[in-house]
C-alpha cells in the first residue's frame, strides 16, 4: 500500500514540474515577441500621440529618440566626471590616473555588449575602478 503511495506522489509531481516546464517555455516565448525594443517603440508612438493630442503640435518620434540619447549620454558623462573628481578627493586616484582613464572612456568603441553578457553577476568586475561600474 505505502508503494503505491509513493508511485502516486511521485508521479503528481512529475506532472506538476512538466506542466511547469510548459508554462515556462511558453511564457519565455511569448516574452521573445514582445522585445524591449518593441515596447520601447510603442511607448513612443504613445507619447508622441498623446502630446500630439494635448498641444496640437506633432513630435518627430526619431527626434525625441536622439533628445533622450543625447540627455542620456550628457548626464553618464557628467556622472562619470563626477565619481573620478571624486576618486581624486578622496586621494584613491591621482587626477592623472583620473584623466588617463576617462581619455580611455571616450576612446572607447561605441559596441554594445552582447545580450547575456552585461548582466549582473557575469563580467561584474570588468572595467571597474574602484567600485566604478559603468552605467548600462
Not at 65 to 91: K, P
Amino acid at each position: 500500500m505505502w508503494r503505491s503511495k509513493k508511485f502516486i506522489i511521485v508521479m503528481v509531481l512529475a506532472a506538476v514540474v512538466a506542466a511547469g516546464s510548459i508554462g515556462g517555455i511558453a511564457l519565455a516565448q511569448e516574452d521573445e515577441e514582445e522585445s524591449p525594443t518593441t515596447k520601447l517603440g510603442e511607448f513612443m508612438e504613445r507619447v508622441c500621440a498623446i502630446y500630439e493630442d494635448n498641444t496640437g503640435i506633432a513630435i518627430d518620434q526619431e527626434a525625441l529618440r536622439e533628445a533622450i540619447a543625447q540627455a542620456r549620454s550628457e548626464m553618464r558623462d557628467e556622472a562619470l566626471n563626477n565619481h573620478l573628481q571624486n576618486l581624486v578627493d578622496q586621494g584613491k586616484i591621482t587626477q592623472e590616473q583620473a584623466d588617463e582613464y576617462l581619455e580611455w572612456w571616450q576612446a572607447r568603441p561605441d559596441v554594445p555588449i552582447a545580450a547575456g553578457l552585461g548582466g549582473r553577476g557575469m563580467l561584474r568586475g570588468f572595467g571597474r575602478l574602484d567600485g566604478f561600474e559603468p552605467p548600462e
